[in-house]
């Protein structure tokens, strides 16, 4: 199943915008100035924002961690270059890391091989001008495999980032350029969270009088306009147990596109493979296959019938997945709820995972229940993420990798299980 709702506002490619010469030199906003001063390691929250005021930064979430740049919106430029998407991040009051987008399908789209290898040489020679130092070849492991040059300049280490997939001719398989990204950390980075094992989650679950149970700790990813719900709550868990996985590397394990997003599928089987380099186990604690909507779909025509509204297909030559689109919100919840042991399944699913400080990742059908906070209440497949819950309320708290605002929300559980389409989970064994 493909979950790609997650693009909310339209998808406009930076570097169709910028890099490839649509816009001239004169409508670039600069970074240089603000992020190669000396002062800028040094600087608060509040003084970052004074020097930024026209670069389009926003706060990724509420304990403002980190500030973004969609470099969309706002087209920006660093050294003398256009770059797309910029995220500062910082470790208690000052700046510790950014990261700039030069490259990302994600964002982009794809580009030859010849294109690819031509910036990547760019970056290469302006980054080598710019610390007056050579470059250093590096290497790294995670989810994929990265590589890429590095200097030094200053005491601040810099970092030019890629990652790309071979043609294969014989498979008829093209080049696919994935990244390209420019990192730099200081002195004052934060030394690598430890990751975390089983006995450090629970520490995490907070229990408030008025009956919220949930997990603090994990961090916000801001998805931007791209269809990568999947891959941005992935990479937050990722984050919650201590280790930095990027989106994009994670679109590349997945096979994501900015367009028609991920199938959660074969973003779940390639997941459980690389997480047991991390020693993290993979679980899925309840999912919908094709035969179970061809049942749902049968079942909800007897009430659909009974309550006099429209019916959807049952025909296996008909997409099912599309009843998701169709079914009404009322004869639906009518049809889910008959079966309360199921209902009652799920919320002790929550509850066991939210009290053991395990974040539940959460696919489910938009649009069919109004809810807060939506950007738009347009049908579709989307994941989130279960963080908590309230027995005394019968609510589910849940976040989106929206950005700031979206970090706990709250739902009706009725409402959060019939939208439901799977639930799934990623957790330290041992």
């Not at 770059?83 to 208690?92: A, M, P, S, W």
């Not at 970056?123 to 590095?150: C, D, H, M």
């Not at 004052?188 to 520490?203: E, F, G």
């Amino acid at each position: 199943m493909k979950l790609g709702f997650c693009h909310l506002l339209p998808l406009i490619t930076s570097l169709g915008l910028t890099s490839w010469g649509t816009i001239s030199a004169e409508e670039l906003k600069a970074l240089d100035d603000a992020l190669t001063s000396s002062q800028f390691w040094k600087q608060t929250r509040e003084e970052f924002q004074q020097v930024t005021p026209n670069m389009g930064f926003r706060w990724t979430s509420n304990t403002k961690q980190s500030a973004r740049s969609d470099g969309q919106a706002i087209a920006l430029s660093f050294l003398d270059r256009p770059v797309g998407e910029t995220i500062i991040g910082f470790n208690d009051e000052t700046p510790s890391t950014y990261q700039i987008s030069i490259f990302a399908r994600g964002d982009n789209g794809n580009i030859s091989k010849e294109r690819f290898e031509s910036t990547l040489e760019d970056w290469k020679s302006a980054l080598t001008q710019f610390t007056k130092q050579s470059p250093r070849e590096i290497k790294s492991r995670g989810v994929i495999n990265i590589e890429g040059y590095s200097w030094y300049k200053e005491n601040i280490h810099y970092k030019l980032e890629y990652s790309f997939q071979k043609a294969v001719r014989s498979r008829d398989i093209p080049f696919t350029g994935e990244f390209i990204r420019l990192r730099a950390s200081s002195p004052n980075t934060a030394v690598a969270k430890k990751q975390l094992t089983k006995k450090d989650l629970p520490k995490f679950v907070k229990k408030e009088s008025n009956g919220d149970v949930y997990i603090q700790g994990v961090p916000m990813v801001d998805q931007g306009a791209k269809g990568y719900c999947v891959v941005a709550s992935t990479a937050r868990v990722f984050g919650y147990y201590g280790m930095q996985v990027d989106q994009n590397e994670l679109a590349e394990m997945a096979g994501s596109s900015a367009e028609n997003g991920t199938n959660t599928d074969e973003m779940i089987e390639n997941l459980k493979r690389t997480a047991q380099r991390f020693k993290l186990r993979v679980k899925t604690h309840s999912e919908l296959s094709y035969d179970d909507i061809e049942d749902l779909s049968k079942d909800y025509n007897r009430f659909a019938k009974k309550a006099k509204k429209q019916t959807v297909s049952e025909s296996r030559s008909s997409n099912l997945w599309d009843n998701l689109d169709q079914f009404d919100p009322d004869v639906l919840k009518s049809t889910r709820l008959r079966n309360k042991a199921n209902f009652e399944r799920f919320k002790k699913e929550v509850r066991t995972s939210v009290n053991t400080g395990i974040p539940l990742l959460w696919t489910l059908t938009l649009g069919i229940y109004d809810e807060p906070l939506r950007i738009s209440q347009t049908r579709g497949g989307h994941m989130r993420m279960i963080i908590g819950y309230n027995s005394k309320t019968d609510e589910i708290i849940f976040s989106d990798s929206w950005g700031a605002g979206h970090e706990a929300k709250r739902w009706g559980a009725e409402e959060a299980y019939c939208a439901t389409t799977g639930l799934y989970s990623m957790a330290p064994y041992r």
